[in-house]
């Protein structure tokens, strides 16, 4: 890189010892595409080394020293100037001098805690990346390189059904279960709903799976529902005493791990939205909050810690297994 044409143009790259194998992981970025980045746990060591090539081999290049950090980090959308860093790891590579040949710096991170899954939403995004840079008189020369860390949690000790009465009193009455209240992100919901009075004229019903973010905090807080999933249960009028079976694969839909106020800057949360539509086209819904957690394939030692975090993040949740006494689905409050 050179500045107004002075000055050595130099290539920098990032170059990861375990490239070859190590496995790759899709990922959203932020104007909605998907591209593929090297996939990391908690816990694990990211090593490589750090290539310098001079453009022009005749001249020297002269810096005041050379680093690679490793970065953990989330960015409010609505705060661009102000990146939250909760991880910051740095690795002087050479002091100041002048380099007269392309060389490649070692560098090794051991152990990197990295305590949340990578994310990128609405309002918010949380990404973890190392950064290159040659300090110079005039310009930095910085290169930076995204890595993807996904975060794994050991099955739930408690998992509890989710059981519920709802209604609307003298005009309908209805039962939902559903098996469990915690699902892994390749699960299946299954469930049923009972009927038990029915004297509204009842023509759709589905489940819609909805994501809902929350970023900031006091009276900067911005809330986003995207409805990741519509299931259709019945179409058609429901007669009372029949039960509907629901079985709802999770695998084909994108979903990331419940997150609960992470870093104290957003949270991700995941709602079953059971929604009734009568003749009149009015609409009735229940929402029922679910956990979503990412299974590990395979169990590591080094994961001991992130298994820690899971079971913490799992605390807290409100118990899901009891029965509900009747709530009224109101025509005017649960519109949709």
């Known amino acids: 890189m050179s500045f107004f044409g002075f000055g050595q143009s130099v290539e920098v790259e990032i170059l990861l010892n375990d490239a070859e194998s190590r496995k790759r992981a899709e990922h959203k970025t932020e104007d909605g595409k998907k591209e593929k980045y090297f996939l990391f746990y908690d816990g694990e ?108 949690s050991t099955y739930p000790e408690l998992n509890s059904s989710i059981k519920m009465e709802v209604g ?60 990741i999933a519509k299931y259709e249960i019945m179409d058609g009028a429901p007669v009372r005493g029949e039960s509907i079976p629901i079985r709802l694969f999770l695998a084909g839909y994108e979903l990331t791990p419940t997150m609960r106020d992470i870093n104290k800057k957003f949270s991700v949360r995941y709602y079953l939205n059971l929604v009734l539509i009568d003749e009149e086209e009015r609409r009735y819904f229940k929402q029922q909050e679910v956990v979503l957690w990412r ?7 080094s994961m001991s810690h992130q298994a820690a975090i899971a079971s913490q993040r799992f605390e807290g949740t409100t118990s899901l297994g009891e029965v509900r006494t009747p709530s009224q689905l109101s025509d005017g409050n649960s519109r949709q």
């Open 168 to 227: 609307i009193e003298d005009c309908l009455h209805i039962e939902f279960e559903y098996n469990k209240s915690k699902y892994h992100l390749k699960d299946v919901i299954v469930g049923k709903i009972y009927f038990l009075l029915v004297r509204i004229k009842i023509k759709h019903m589905e489940i819609d799976i909805i994501k809902r973010e929350t970023t900031g905090t006091g009276p900067n807080v911005y809330h986003e529902n995207d409805t």
């Open 295 to 301: 299974k590990g394939d395979i169990v590591r030692k």
């Open 45 to 152: 060591t990211v090593s490589g080394k750090v290539s310098l090539a001079l453009k022009n081999p005749n001249k020297r290049l002269e810096h005041q020293g050379i680093k690679i950090e490793f970065i953990g980090q989330i960015e409010l959308y609505y705060d661009r100037g102000n990146h939250h860093e909760f991880v910051s790891l740095v690795k002087d590579l050479a002091r100041p001098g002048e380099i007269t040949q392309s060389q490649a710096f070692d560098f090794e991170f051991t152990h990197v805690e990295k305590p949340y899954e990578s994310y990128t939403g609405q309002n918010v995004k949380l990404r973890y990346f190392l950064r290159a840079t040659i300090s110079r008189r005039l310009n930095d020369v910085v290169k930076e390189m995204d890595i993807v860390v996904h975060t794994l």
